[in-house]
């Protein structure tokens, strides 16, 4: 079943301005993960954030969750053209080898 | 050197036949998986294997089936193609820990045409 759902569907912002993405779960997470894809290219890792933990920064990036609301966001700063792509999060439900379940990803353009 | 790699890039074929995806990983990871990624980019997991131990997702057809000679490696092969197989399938790796999954390498990914 769908676990993570990404809100907004698409985000168009101009280069400089700040973008934020929301994620929401419905099941309980060992962690939660941000990645990045390109048009035509697989899946990069962005940042991972652990269930004890509120908030991560990674260079321009930063991280924050929510358990008792089920939620996290993805805060990209000082966007560049570059950051135009789909950006997904993905919950570890502790399953073990079941992986990460994935939203359906936030499109976000970079207009310059 | 390329992390994960996965061939061929793009694979064109028609109704009925039976086809096969490779995926290496050079990361020495005890995890392997595929997702399938549709028209709307939404990604599902199909397979994971780790150590000899295969989950698979409940609701793919038995039509798919994955094929691991090594920890390295974790092949999926599909049987009498459907026009619905058309999509982009992924292979990734990871490191388990215990229960908690991590951080996903991904390979860039095989767009599969049944026509």
């Known amino acids: 079943s769908q676990q993570g759902e990404e809100d907004p569907q698409a985000l168009s912002i101009q280069e400089g301005e700040n973008a934020t993405m929301n994620c929401s779960y419905k099941t309980s997470i060992n962690n939660l993960q941000w990645y990045r894809q390109n048009s035509g290219r697989g899946l990069v890792h962005l940042i991972l954030i652990r269930s004890n933990e509120r908030e991560k920064h990674s260079g321009r990036l930063r991280v924050t969750l929510d358990t008792s609301k089920k939620s996290s966001s993805l805060l990209i700063t000082a966007s560049r053209a570059a950051d135009t792509a789909s950006y997904f999060c993905a919950t570890d439900n502790g399953g073990g080898a079941d992986g990460l379940t994935f939203g359906k990803g936030t499109h976000l353009i970079i207009q310059p | 050197d390329t992390a994960v790699s996965q061939t061929p890039k793009y694979l064109v074929t028609q109704m009925g036949n039976d086809k096969s995806i490779k995926c290496e990983q050079n990361?020495?990871?005890?995890?392997m998986y595929w997702y399938k990624q549709d028209s709307k980019k939404f990604l599902k997991i199909m397979f994971s294997?780790?150590?000899?131990?295969?989950?698979i997702n409940e609701t793919v057809p038995n039509r798919f089936s994955p094929k691991s000679p090594d920890k390295a490696h974790l092949n999926l092969h599909i049987n009498s193609l459907e026009l619905g197989d058309s999509a982009v399938y992924f292979c990734?790796?990871?490191?388990?820990?215990?229960?908690?999954?991590?951080?996903?390498?991904f390979g860039e990914g095989s767009r599969l045409t049944v026509l």
């Open positions: 294997y780790n150590n000899k131990e295969l989950i």
């Open positions: 990734a790796s990871s490191q388990r820990s215990g229960t908690h999954t991590g951080e996903l390498f």
């Open positions: 990361l020495g990871h005890d995890t």
